[in-house]
Structures are given as C-alpha cells and as structure tokens.
C-alpha cells in the first residue's frame, strides 16, 4: 500500500513573469516499509519537494496522497494535525528545542497531540522507551547542549518516532556530522527500516542515497530518473562492512 | 495543548529569562501599585473627610444669613427682611417639631489677658447653652453655662483646652478671672482637647454667652446696625427620619417672622447631608483623576509587555518552526505567547499588589496623609493587569502564531 503518492505536483512562487516553478509536475509513489532518498543538486526543487512532502507547504498544483488522505488543500490548523501524526521530521541541525532536556524533545511531539490524549507519566514513559531504542536511556535528562552531534540527532530520530508516523522524512540527517556519527545515524536509520519504517531521506551526498533501496533523482524541477540501489537487507550490510573496515 | 501544559511552558520561560522577564513586567508592577496607593490615598482623604464631617455634630440644620438675597441695604434696624436674629432660635425652639436643640453662635475677636499673660486675636465665641451638645463638646473641667445665664448675660467664660493651657499653664482654671478686651470673665469650666474641625481650631477658642457678646465685643459703631442679628443658628435635629419635616417647619416659620416668600428669603438652610455631599462630589472628582492617572499607567506597562513579547516571538522564531514542524497548529502557538503574556502580567500583578499595599502603608506612615487599603482596588487593580497582559499580548502572539513554519525553521 502507498504511504506516499504525489501526482503531478507543482509549486510556483511569485506570480505572472517574475513566477518560477520551483517544482514542475512531480509524481512518485513510496510503498509501506520503503526507504527513499531524494538527490539533486541545489535548485532542482529537492527542498520544495520536502516541504511538500512534510506537509509544511502545499502544492501550487497537483494532488497529494498521504496515507489516502488528500492533503493538498488542507488548512494550516489540519497540515499542523497531520505533521504531529504521521510524519517524524529528522533535520541536517537536529533543530532540538535547546532549553528543554532530551526528555521533554521526545515528549512535545506528544504534548500537540489531539487525538490521543496521554497523562504526564504515560508521556514520559513512552518518550523514555523511545530514547531507550536509540541508545540514549542514560541521557534523557541532559540538556541538547550536553550532548554531542550524533547524540542530539538520535534525540531528534527519537522525537521523530515518538507519534508512530507514517514515514519519517530525513533532510540531510548526516549533514552536519562527524563520518563516524554520521555512520551511526545510518545504521539507526536502517534499523529503523527493517523494523518496518518508511523512511525518505533527501540528501546531496551519492554515497549515503547508494545505502537506500531507490534514489530519485531531480532535476530543475522534475523526475530526471529513479535508480534501484538493491534490498533494504543488501544495504543494511553494505553499512556493516564499512563499520568492520573503518 | 491544555491550559495547564501552556501555564509550565509560560513558567519555563518566564523563569529562565529572569531579568528580563522582571523589567517586563516593571510597567505592570508600577501601574498596579499606582492604583492601589492612589484609590488608598483617595479613600483615605475621603475618610478623613467624613470623620470631620460627623465630628462637627450629627444631624445638624445650619441656618444662615443670606446676604446675597437679603444685601447690605436689608441692614435696617428693626426691620424685617433684615436677615436673621437672636429671637429666631427661640422661635424655633418653641414652635418647631422635632427639634432636640438649638444653638446660635456669635463670634468676635478680642485681646484676652490673665496675670500676666497677654494674647492677641482671640477668638470669643458668644453661643448659647445647647452648645456643648449640638458641637458635640465634652468638658474636662468645671460646667458650661446655662441658658439662664445666658438671659442675665452672666461674665462667664469656658476655655478651650489649648487656650486654657497658654494662660494658665498647669494651674487650675476654673475660678480664676480672665480679661477680654476690658471686660473681666470668670472662668467657669474648660473644653477637652477637640483637635481641628472642618478648619476651625475649637481648642483656642474662648467661649461665652451670646449675650456678653452682644453687649461687650459687638463695636459701637456696628450695634447700631447690628443689633441682636446673629449669622447662624444651629438647629440638632431628634432623628434623620424627621430632617425634611423639620427644615419645612423652619423654612416656613422663618418666612413668616421675616415677612419674605422663601423664594426671596433672606435666609438658607443646608445640612450636614449637604455639606457631606459637596464634599463627596470633590472627593468623587480627585478619585477619578488618580484613575485616570493610574489607569495610564497600567497602559504603559502593557505597551512594555507587548514591546518584549514582540522581541522573543523574532528570538524564538526558530523554536516556533520547530514546534510547527513537530505538529503545533496555530493556536497551540498563540495560546503559547498568550499565555506567557498572561502570566508575566498576572505574577507583574501580585509583585505590584505587595508593592502597593506596603507602598500605601509606608505613605500613611511617614507623610501626614490617611491611606486606606481596600480590597476591591486590589481586585480591580489586578483583573486589570489580566485584561492588560491579554490585550497587548495578543497582538505579539498572534503574529507568533501566523509564521510560515518553513521560514520559520530557516530562521537562526
């Protein structure tokens, strides 16, 4: 079943002559459990197409599909809705809230949720089980600035599964780490993967798209070519070998 | 998020940004503690006020002289429409109802001597026996006269207690004899300290029948014209309930006995109630212009709320798009800032009560001024400071709540 399906989607900013179509008829369809990435040099629309596909921006034209859900002419309020549901944002500068500890980052995503209404303690205990899977139990009290790189990322991973999305959408999760942190977060990315996650990772880095299942490409607004990179289990233990060599 | 999840965040912030969060709310502080002291300082004025007031005697009818009807041509001697006269207060005792007593007060300024000390410009009040009562007077020493007194026009004189105290020391009064003018008095009691009323200082003044006064203190050259005429007579009424019967009664006989129609009386008759009244509506006035004042102020303040309020919402835009991106709708970001804004008010208005209540202490402490604490200004000044924080803050946390998530989340 499709989680994602855009047909045709365009975003135009300005208006009349000085309008330029940022995003030019784009259509793709990610399946349940598929790991995406999205590659592009900069202004071939990949940023446009996160927007979009995050449910921060609508699209000028076209349909998009979420979950068999058109949210394409939805309100600010409902896109607001649908972002705390069904989507886990991981950013390139994990944009955790700074003066909040790891524990209260996992926890807000819970706090705006209107359809399931949780007490303090089941928050706190569904945001610790969270942290635990990323291999932070022994840090949901320290402060973002208390942590590493790759440490404030996994809270960010950790924030972005805490609603149980429908896809989690990566901008650049490795951009601003180390390699070796980076890695990390490759490997807890894949993780999450084979445990059943749909995952789209927009990135410019080839060698990180290589680690997904497809890479599509875009350019100047449009699909330019979609690439098969292998099996979700083949890219899993590409990320194994590089651990032993490195 | 419920109003309880947006109080701890508002708190978060509050108290992680102390300084700054403490001169936001300065202008709330200050415009709350100016409401408190100044309706303080108001409603002390105003009970001060009273308290003379119902000091000078209650249920007091004054009747006086009217000489803008009456005029200096009516001074004829003998004559009606002449204004009022001695006999008028006999008349009234005997042939109005409800009268418990009637007083007439006749003042006059003389040198008063005794041994060998000499003042000048005292006040002699010539009244009548009722005085005591009606001035609500009590004596310390000795006796006031009485009315038969009065009629034989007995020297005898009753001291207040200051006056008492700069003639005869720590000697006892009563029995000695005083000097006024060149007319020897005999002192025969002495006033308990009485303070000042309405102005007039009842403590240095000597007291004597109206009598002696006509006869002694009244200058030659205007008895002729004088006479017996008297400025005001005081009429002590039984009870408030018969106060509109009573200056009927007083109004019409004193119509007849003067041969005028009371539209052209040469008289007029207030009461305390007027009196109270006049001075309510100044009071009235100065409190509305300290609200006024006050009430600029709380503005102020809310203008220094909205001032920061707008600056943190450009400081936490980045905090903003992350909370839009991890799903808060608009109105989880406006009630957010409100909320802030409520609440910096709101703790602006418990630091500005405490400040006023001991603000107003401390004023009525060490200035000579009466300020009263009351407990609906602390209300008022407080549900003003709630309806401040949520006017001005909204505007800050509306804009808050309008922001584009992805420029927002751009935003460094």
């Known amino acids: 079943m499709a989680v994602i399906e855009a047909m045709d989607i365009a975003r135009v900013y300005g208006k009349g002559d000085i309008s330029v179509r940022a995003l030019d008829g784009v259509s793709l369809t990610i399946e349940r459990g598929e790991f995406v990435a999205v590659m592009g040099p900069s202004g071939s629309g990949k940023s446009t197409l996160m927007n979009i596909l995050g449910c921060l921006d609508r699209p000028t034209e076209g349909r998009y599909i979420l979950e068999n859900l058109d949210v394409s002419e939805m309100s600010r309020a409902e896109l607001a809705k649908i972002r705390n549901e069904r989507i886990g944002f991981i950013f390139q500068s994990y944009n955790l809230l700074v003066k909040a500890t790891a524990l209260k980052n996992v926890m807000a995503p819970l706090l705006y949720a209107r359809n399931i209404k949780r007490s303090k303690a089941e928050m706190e205990a569904k945001a610790q089980e969270v942290l635990a899977a990323v291999g932070l139990e022994d840090r949901v009290e320290h402060m973002p600035t208390e942590l590493s790189g790759g440490q404030q990322q996994r809270v960010a991973v950790a924030r972005a599964l805490v609603n149980d999305p429908a896809f989690v959408l990566a901008d650049e999760p490795t951009g601003n780490l180390d390699s070796r942190s980076g890695e990390e977060i490759m490997a807890l990315l894949h993780t999450l993967h084979e445990s059943g996650r749909t995952i789209v990772m927009v990135t410019h880095d080839s060698s990180i798209a290589t680690h997904t299942e497809r890479t599509i490409h875009l350019l100047d607004g449009k699909v330019e070519k979609i690439v098969q990179n292998g099996s979700a289990h083949e890219q899993a233990r590409k990320i194994e070998v590089q651990h032993e060599s490195a | ?412």
């Open chain 2, 1 to 412: 998020m419920n109003l309880r999840e947006f109080i701890s965040l508002a708190w978060e912030s509050i108290s992680g940004n102390k300084l700054r969060s403490l001169l936001t709310m300065l202008g709330i502080i200050i415009g709350v503690a100016s409401v408190i002291i100044m309706i303080g300082i108001s409603a002390g004025t105003e009970a001060a006020i009273e308290a003379q007031i119902t000091g000078l005697g209650s249920n007091l009818v004054y009747i006086n002289q009217n000489f803008s009807r009456g005029g200096p041509s009516a001074f004829q001697p003998g004559g009606g429409g002449g204004g009022l006269v001695y006999d008028d207060a006999f008349a009234i005792a005997d042939n109005v109802r409800g009268v418990e007593a009637v007083v007439v007060e006749q003042p006059s300024s003389e040198t008063v001597k005794a041994g060998n000390v000499n003042l000048e410009s005292v006040t002699i009040l010539g009244s009548t026996a009722d005085f005591p009562s009606v001035r609500d007077m009590e004596l310390d020493q000795g006796r006031y006269f009485t009315q038969q007194e009065v009629d034989r026009k007995q020297k005898v004189a009753v001291l207040g207690s200051g006056l008492a105290q700069e003639l005869f020391g720590d000697e006892n009064p009563i029995g000695q004899t005083v000097t006024v003018d060149t007319t020897k008095l005999t002192v025969i009691g002495t006033f308990e300290e009485r303070g000042l009323v309405s102005g007039i200082d009842f403590d240095s003044q000597l007291y004597t029948p109206i009598t002696v006064v006509f006869q002694k203190f009244t200058p030659a050259r205007f008895a002729r014209f004088l006479g017996d005429r008297v400025r005001q007579i005081i009429v002590e009424v039984e009870s408030p309930e018969v106060l509109e019967g009573t200056i009927e009664q007083i109004n019409l006989l004193l119509a007849r006995l003067h041969d005028v129609t009371l539209d052209a009386a040469d008289f007029s008759v207030t009461t305390q109630q007027d009196i109270i009244q006049t001075q309510e509506a100044t009071t009235q006035a100065f409190r509305s212009l300290l609200a006024w004042v006050a009430g600029v102020s709380l503005i102020v303040g809310g203008i220094g709320i909205m001032n920061i309020m707008l600056v943190s919402v450009t400081e936490r835009t980045r905090e903003i798009g992350i909370r839009q991106s991890i799903g808060a709708a608009p109105n989880d970001i406006r009630g957010q800032f409100l909320t802030e804004a409520v609440v910096l008010s709101l703790i602006g208005g418990v630091l500005g009560v405490v400040v006023g209540v001991g603000g107003s202490m401390i004023f009525g402490a060490v200035s000579d001024m009466q300020t009263v604490v009351v407990s609906s200004s602390i209300i008022l000044a407080f549900t003003s400071a709630a309806a401040v924080g949520i006017f001005f803050g909204f505007y800050p946390a509306n804009r808050a709540s309008q922001l584009d998530p992805i420029e927002a989340l751009r935003h460094e």
